[in-house]
Protein backbone atom coordinates (compact mmCIF):
# COMPACT_ATOMS: atom_id res chain seq x y z
CA UNK A 1 0.00 0.00 0.00
CA UNK A 2 1.14 3.50 -0.89
CA UNK A 3 1.82 5.79 1.64
CA UNK A 4 -1.17 8.50 2.27
CA UNK A 5 -0.77 11.69 0.20
CA UNK A 6 -0.63 15.06 2.90
CA UNK A 7 -3.81 16.56 3.59
CA UNK A 8 -1.98 20.19 2.64
CA UNK A 9 1.31 21.16 0.82
CA UNK A 10 2.02 22.54 -2.80
CA UNK A 11 0.89 21.35 -6.43
CA UNK A 12 2.43 22.11 -9.60
CA UNK A 13 -0.31 22.30 -12.32
CA UNK A 14 1.44 22.61 -15.84
CA UNK A 15 -0.56 24.53 -18.53
CA UNK A 16 -2.83 25.76 -16.00
CA UNK A 17 -4.86 28.33 -17.84
CA UNK A 18 -5.77 25.73 -20.09
CA UNK A 19 -9.32 24.47 -20.32
CA UNK A 20 -8.58 21.39 -18.15
CA UNK A 21 -5.46 22.34 -16.32
CA UNK A 22 -7.74 25.52 -14.55
CA UNK A 23 -10.09 22.92 -13.68
CA UNK A 24 -8.10 20.44 -12.27
CA UNK A 25 -6.47 23.39 -10.54
CA UNK A 26 -9.54 24.65 -9.03
CA UNK A 27 -10.04 21.45 -7.46
CA UNK A 28 -6.75 21.16 -6.39
CA UNK A 29 -7.61 24.49 -4.52
CA UNK A 30 -11.19 23.26 -3.31
CA UNK A 31 -9.54 20.29 -1.33
CA UNK A 32 -6.78 23.08 0.63
CA UNK A 33 -3.88 22.21 -1.68
CA UNK A 34 -1.91 25.87 -2.47
CA UNK A 35 -0.92 25.86 -6.70
CA UNK A 36 1.71 26.60 -8.46
CA UNK A 37 0.83 26.82 -12.48
CA UNK A 38 2.92 27.04 -15.31
CA UNK A 39 1.50 29.04 -18.51
CA UNK A 40 3.10 30.92 -21.60
CA UNK A 41 1.21 34.14 -21.03
CA UNK A 42 0.48 35.74 -18.17
CA UNK A 43 -2.33 37.69 -19.85
CA UNK A 44 -4.02 34.72 -19.52
CA UNK A 45 -4.15 34.43 -15.97
CA UNK A 46 -5.83 37.27 -15.41
CA UNK A 47 -9.35 35.63 -15.37
CA UNK A 48 -8.35 32.86 -13.41
CA UNK A 49 -6.84 35.00 -10.58
CA UNK A 50 -9.91 37.09 -10.42
CA UNK A 51 -12.19 34.07 -10.29
CA UNK A 52 -9.87 32.37 -7.30
CA UNK A 53 -9.30 36.01 -5.41
CA UNK A 54 -13.06 36.19 -4.98
CA UNK A 55 -13.32 32.52 -3.98
CA UNK A 56 -11.35 32.78 -1.30
CA UNK A 57 -7.73 31.15 -2.30
CA UNK A 58 -6.07 34.73 -2.22
CA UNK A 59 -2.26 34.08 -1.41
CA UNK A 60 -2.90 29.80 -2.45
CA UNK A 61 -1.88 30.20 -5.54
CA UNK A 62 1.00 31.56 -7.89
CA UNK A 63 1.99 31.36 -11.80
CA UNK A 64 5.37 30.64 -12.93
CA UNK A 65 6.40 31.11 -17.01
CA UNK A 66 7.35 27.81 -18.71
CA UNK A 67 8.05 26.48 -22.56
CA UNK A 68 7.36 22.83 -23.03
CA UNK A 69 9.76 22.27 -25.39
CA UNK A 70 12.70 23.60 -23.01
CA UNK A 71 15.03 21.24 -21.60
CA UNK A 72 14.43 20.89 -17.80
CA UNK A 73 11.80 23.72 -18.42
CA UNK A 74 10.00 22.04 -14.78
CA UNK A 75 12.92 21.68 -12.84
CA UNK A 76 12.55 24.92 -11.28
CA UNK A 77 8.90 25.22 -11.19
CA UNK A 78 8.67 22.01 -9.69
CA UNK A 79 10.75 22.76 -6.56
CA UNK A 80 9.75 21.99 -2.89
CA UNK A 81 6.18 20.81 -4.65
CA UNK A 82 4.57 17.67 -3.13
CA UNK A 83 3.20 16.28 -6.52
CA UNK A 84 2.44 16.96 -10.29
CA UNK A 85 -0.35 17.24 -12.38
CA UNK A 86 1.03 17.27 -15.85
CA UNK A 87 -1.56 18.87 -18.02
CA UNK A 88 -0.19 20.69 -20.58
CA UNK A 89 0.40 19.27 -23.90
CA UNK A 90 0.99 20.80 -27.78
CA UNK A 91 -2.56 20.44 -29.50
CA UNK A 92 -2.46 21.03 -33.39
CA UNK A 93 -3.66 19.46 -36.27
CA UNK A 94 -1.64 21.60 -38.43
CA UNK A 95 2.07 20.59 -38.80
CA UNK A 96 4.65 20.88 -41.31
CA UNK A 97 6.95 18.26 -39.47
CA UNK A 98 4.94 16.04 -37.26
CA UNK A 99 7.76 15.13 -35.48
CA UNK A 100 9.25 18.32 -35.00
CA UNK A 101 6.13 19.95 -34.43
CA UNK A 102 3.84 18.04 -32.75
CA UNK A 103 4.74 14.18 -31.53
CA UNK A 104 8.52 15.15 -30.25
CA UNK A 105 7.33 18.25 -27.77
CA UNK A 106 4.44 16.30 -26.18
CA UNK A 107 7.00 13.40 -25.76
CA UNK A 108 9.89 15.77 -24.39
CA UNK A 109 7.58 17.42 -22.33
CA UNK A 110 6.60 14.34 -20.38
CA UNK A 111 10.11 13.81 -20.00
CA UNK A 112 11.04 16.57 -18.49
CA UNK A 113 8.00 16.69 -15.98
CA UNK A 114 8.80 12.93 -14.90
CA UNK A 115 12.63 14.33 -14.51
CA UNK A 116 11.83 17.26 -13.05
CA UNK A 117 10.07 15.27 -10.20
CA UNK A 118 12.51 12.69 -10.05
CA UNK A 119 15.30 15.40 -9.09
CA UNK A 120 12.95 16.84 -6.51
CA UNK A 121 12.53 15.01 -3.31
CA UNK A 122 9.59 16.23 -2.32
CA UNK A 123 7.45 15.00 -5.14
CA UNK A 124 5.51 11.93 -4.21
CA UNK A 125 3.29 11.79 -6.61
CA UNK A 126 2.93 12.44 -10.23
CA UNK A 127 -0.32 12.69 -12.95
CA UNK A 128 -0.22 13.10 -16.66
CA UNK A 129 -3.04 14.22 -18.90
CA UNK A 130 -2.91 11.34 -21.68
CA UNK A 131 -6.16 11.04 -24.11
CA UNK A 132 -8.28 8.17 -25.13
CA UNK A 133 -6.80 8.36 -28.77
CA UNK A 134 -3.31 6.92 -27.07
CA UNK A 135 -5.86 3.46 -27.11
CA UNK A 136 -7.64 4.10 -29.81
CA UNK A 137 -8.02 1.36 -32.32
CA UNK A 138 -8.94 0.72 -36.16
CA UNK A 139 -11.96 -1.39 -35.47
CA UNK A 140 -15.99 -0.98 -34.76
CA UNK A 141 -17.54 -2.87 -31.99
CA UNK A 142 -14.19 -2.72 -29.44
CA UNK A 143 -15.12 -2.72 -25.54
CA UNK A 144 -12.26 -0.36 -24.63
CA UNK A 145 -9.95 -0.81 -21.27
CA UNK A 146 -6.77 0.79 -19.98
CA UNK A 147 -5.21 -2.28 -21.64
CA UNK A 148 -5.57 -1.19 -25.11
CA UNK A 149 -2.74 0.87 -26.74
CA UNK A 150 -2.74 2.69 -30.28
CA UNK A 151 0.06 1.46 -32.20
CA UNK A 152 -1.04 1.84 -35.52
CA UNK A 153 -0.67 5.82 -35.76
CA UNK A 154 2.97 5.96 -35.15
CA UNK A 155 3.78 3.74 -38.11
CA UNK A 156 1.21 5.77 -40.25
CA UNK A 157 3.19 8.63 -39.54
CA UNK A 158 6.93 6.74 -39.45
CA UNK A 159 5.70 5.98 -43.39
CA UNK A 160 4.09 8.65 -44.44
CA UNK A 161 6.50 11.71 -43.06
CA UNK A 162 5.51 15.11 -44.04
CA UNK A 163 2.74 14.41 -45.50
CA UNK A 164 1.03 12.56 -42.54
CA UNK A 165 -2.50 13.68 -41.76
CA UNK A 166 -2.67 16.79 -38.87
CA UNK A 167 -5.16 14.05 -36.79
CA UNK A 168 -3.01 11.20 -36.69
CA UNK A 169 -0.01 12.64 -35.95
CA UNK A 170 -1.96 14.06 -32.77
CA UNK A 171 -2.65 10.50 -32.20
CA UNK A 172 0.53 9.27 -32.63
CA UNK A 173 1.92 12.42 -29.95
CA UNK A 174 -0.40 11.47 -27.24
CA UNK A 175 0.02 7.61 -27.45
CA UNK A 176 4.25 8.21 -28.03
CA UNK A 177 3.87 10.83 -25.18
CA UNK A 178 2.49 8.24 -22.79
CA UNK A 179 4.39 5.28 -24.23
CA UNK A 180 7.51 7.46 -23.17
CA UNK A 181 6.18 8.30 -19.24
CA UNK A 182 5.76 4.13 -18.85
CA UNK A 183 8.96 3.67 -20.37
CA UNK A 184 10.41 6.12 -17.85
CA UNK A 185 8.89 4.50 -15.30
CA UNK A 186 9.80 1.25 -15.63
CA UNK A 187 13.42 2.27 -16.31
CA UNK A 188 13.98 5.01 -13.49
CA UNK A 189 11.76 3.41 -10.87
CA UNK A 190 11.08 6.76 -9.00
CA UNK A 191 10.15 7.04 -5.61
CA UNK A 192 6.90 8.95 -6.96
CA UNK A 193 3.84 7.12 -8.38
CA UNK A 194 2.59 7.88 -11.60
CA UNK A 195 -1.25 7.54 -12.93
CA UNK A 196 -2.40 8.52 -16.21
CA UNK A 197 -5.68 10.46 -17.33
CA UNK A 198 -7.23 9.13 -20.62
CA UNK A 199 -10.69 11.26 -21.05
CA UNK A 200 -12.61 11.15 -24.25
CA UNK A 201 -13.97 14.65 -25.88
CA UNK A 202 -13.90 16.67 -22.63
CA UNK A 203 -17.15 18.89 -22.68
CA UNK A 204 -18.04 21.32 -19.67
CA UNK A 205 -18.32 24.31 -18.51
CA UNK A 206 -15.14 26.83 -19.16
CA UNK A 207 -13.74 28.57 -15.95
CA UNK A 208 -11.47 30.77 -17.78
CA UNK A 209 -14.14 33.26 -19.06
CA UNK A 210 -13.32 32.98 -23.19
CA UNK A 211 -14.41 36.10 -24.37
CA UNK A 212 -14.56 34.59 -27.68
CA UNK A 213 -15.86 31.10 -29.29
CA UNK A 214 -12.16 29.88 -29.85
CA UNK A 215 -11.10 31.14 -26.34
CA UNK A 216 -12.70 27.94 -24.57
CA UNK A 217 -10.55 25.22 -26.60
CA UNK A 218 -11.85 22.89 -29.26
CA UNK A 219 -14.44 20.41 -28.46
CA UNK A 220 -16.18 23.32 -26.37
CA UNK A 221 -16.03 25.63 -29.45
CA UNK A 222 -17.04 22.90 -31.83
CA UNK A 223 -20.54 22.26 -30.31
CA UNK A 224 -20.99 26.10 -29.53
CA UNK A 225 -21.08 26.81 -33.27
CA UNK A 226 -23.96 24.61 -33.33
CA UNK A 227 -25.74 27.02 -31.36
CA UNK A 228 -25.04 29.85 -33.10
CA UNK A 229 -25.14 28.70 -36.85
CA UNK A 230 -21.81 28.57 -37.86
CA UNK A 231 -22.23 25.39 -38.14
CA UNK A 232 -24.77 24.20 -40.46
CA UNK A 233 -24.40 20.36 -40.96
CA UNK A 234 -23.81 17.57 -38.41
CA UNK A 235 -21.15 15.46 -39.36
CA UNK A 236 -22.81 11.52 -40.35
CA UNK A 237 -19.74 9.51 -38.94
CA UNK A 238 -20.21 8.36 -35.07
CA UNK A 239 -16.30 7.91 -35.11
CA UNK A 240 -15.07 8.26 -31.27
CA UNK A 241 -18.67 9.86 -30.02
CA UNK A 242 -17.86 8.97 -26.09
CA UNK A 243 -18.15 12.13 -24.23
CA UNK A 244 -16.94 13.09 -20.25
CA UNK A 245 -17.01 16.23 -18.23
CA UNK A 246 -14.11 18.61 -17.80
CA UNK A 247 -15.28 18.43 -13.78
CA UNK A 248 -15.52 14.59 -14.05
CA UNK A 249 -11.65 15.00 -15.35
CA UNK A 250 -10.54 17.39 -12.96
CA UNK A 251 -11.88 15.20 -10.10
CA UNK A 252 -9.56 12.25 -11.49
CA UNK A 253 -6.20 14.25 -11.34
CA UNK A 254 -7.36 15.33 -8.07
CA UNK A 255 -8.33 11.98 -7.04
CA UNK A 256 -5.37 10.11 -8.53
CA UNK A 257 -3.15 12.20 -6.40
CA UNK A 258 -4.26 12.50 -2.89
CA UNK A 259 -6.12 8.75 -2.54
CA UNK A 260 -3.07 5.88 -1.76
CA UNK A 261 -3.28 3.77 -3.99
CA UNK A 262 -4.22 5.12 -7.54
CA UNK A 263 -1.60 4.16 -9.79
CA UNK A 264 -1.45 3.48 -13.71
CA UNK A 265 -4.00 4.23 -16.30
CA UNK A 266 -7.22 5.28 -16.08
CA UNK A 267 -9.94 5.72 -18.94
CA UNK A 268 -12.24 8.58 -18.36
CA UNK A 269 -15.70 8.42 -20.19
CA UNK A 270 -19.58 8.50 -19.22
CA UNK A 271 -20.90 7.16 -22.73
CA UNK A 272 -21.08 7.52 -26.14
CA UNK A 273 -23.58 9.47 -28.37
CA UNK A 274 -23.98 9.81 -31.90
CA UNK A 275 -23.58 13.34 -33.11
CA UNK A 276 -27.62 13.34 -33.48
CA UNK A 277 -28.03 12.47 -29.87
CA UNK A 278 -26.13 14.73 -28.96
CA UNK A 279 -28.23 17.59 -31.39
CA UNK A 280 -31.32 16.15 -29.82
CA UNK A 281 -29.71 16.74 -25.98
CA UNK A 282 -29.01 20.59 -27.09
CA UNK A 283 -32.24 21.25 -29.12
CA UNK A 284 -34.18 20.65 -25.86
CA UNK A 285 -32.44 22.85 -24.24
CA UNK A 286 -32.08 25.22 -26.23
CA UNK A 287 -35.39 24.92 -28.82
CA UNK A 288 -35.02 29.06 -30.09
CA UNK A 289 -31.13 28.23 -30.77
CA UNK A 290 -30.10 27.30 -34.46
CA UNK A 291 -29.02 23.56 -34.57
CA UNK A 292 -27.30 21.86 -37.56
CA UNK A 293 -29.63 19.94 -39.89
CA UNK A 294 -29.12 15.97 -40.12
CA UNK A 295 -25.83 14.93 -41.97
CA UNK A 296 -27.11 13.75 -45.33
CA UNK A 297 -26.59 10.18 -44.63
CA UNK A 298 -27.92 9.07 -41.04
CA UNK A 299 -25.80 8.11 -38.30
CA UNK A 300 -24.33 4.31 -38.40
CA UNK A 301 -24.47 3.16 -34.84
CA UNK A 302 -21.94 3.85 -32.24
CA UNK A 303 -20.86 0.11 -31.39
CA UNK A 304 -17.68 0.86 -29.41
CA UNK A 305 -18.18 0.38 -26.04
CA UNK A 306 -16.47 2.99 -23.96
CA UNK A 307 -16.68 3.36 -20.34
CA UNK A 308 -14.28 4.21 -17.80
CA UNK A 309 -15.14 1.75 -14.76
CA UNK A 310 -11.74 1.39 -13.65
CA UNK A 311 -12.19 5.38 -12.52
CA UNK A 312 -15.20 4.75 -10.75
CA UNK A 313 -14.06 1.89 -8.66
CA UNK A 314 -10.99 3.85 -7.99
CA UNK A 315 -11.25 6.79 -8.03
CA UNK A 316 -14.56 7.97 -7.01
CA UNK A 317 -15.87 9.27 -10.08
CA UNK A 318 -19.70 9.70 -10.71
CA UNK A 319 -20.08 10.76 -14.16
CA UNK A 320 -22.33 13.49 -14.94
CA UNK A 321 -24.71 12.92 -17.52
CA UNK A 322 -24.43 14.27 -21.34
CA UNK A 323 -27.92 17.06 -20.37
CA UNK A 324 -26.13 18.82 -17.49
CA UNK A 325 -22.37 18.58 -19.24
CA UNK A 326 -24.25 20.72 -22.32
CA UNK A 327 -26.17 22.58 -19.83
CA UNK A 328 -23.44 24.06 -18.08
CA UNK A 329 -21.20 24.21 -21.15
CA UNK A 330 -23.45 26.56 -23.52
CA UNK A 331 -24.65 28.29 -20.60
CA UNK A 332 -21.30 29.67 -19.59
CA UNK A 333 -20.36 29.84 -22.91
CA UNK A 334 -23.80 31.84 -23.58
CA UNK A 335 -22.89 34.27 -20.37
CA UNK A 336 -18.97 34.93 -21.21
CA UNK A 337 -19.11 34.83 -24.86
CA UNK A 338 -22.19 36.65 -25.85
CA UNK A 339 -22.42 38.73 -22.78
CA UNK A 340 -18.88 40.17 -23.00
CA UNK A 341 -19.88 41.55 -26.53
CA UNK A 342 -23.01 43.47 -25.40
Known sequence: MTAAFPASGTILVTGITGFVGSHVAEGFLAKGYRIRGTLRSAAKAKSLEIRWNAAGYAGKFEFVSADLSAENAFLEA???????????????????????????????????????????????????????VSMFQQKSGHTYTEADWNDWASDVVKASGTEASGFVTYLASKAEAERAAWKFVEDEKPAFTVSTI??????????????????????????????????????????????VDVRDVAKAHVEAIIRPNANGRYLLSAGTASWTEIAEVIH???????????????????????????????????????????????????????????
Open 198 to 243: CPVYIWGPPINSPSSANGAGLTVQMLYDWITGVTTQLDSSPSFNAY
Open 78 to 132: AHGVDAIAHVASPVTFTAADPYRDVINPAVQGTLSVLRAAKATPSVKRVVITSSV
Open 284 to 342: ELYPERPIPKPAAEPDAPVKDVIYGSRAVKELGIEYKPLTTTMKYMLDEMIRSVEGASH
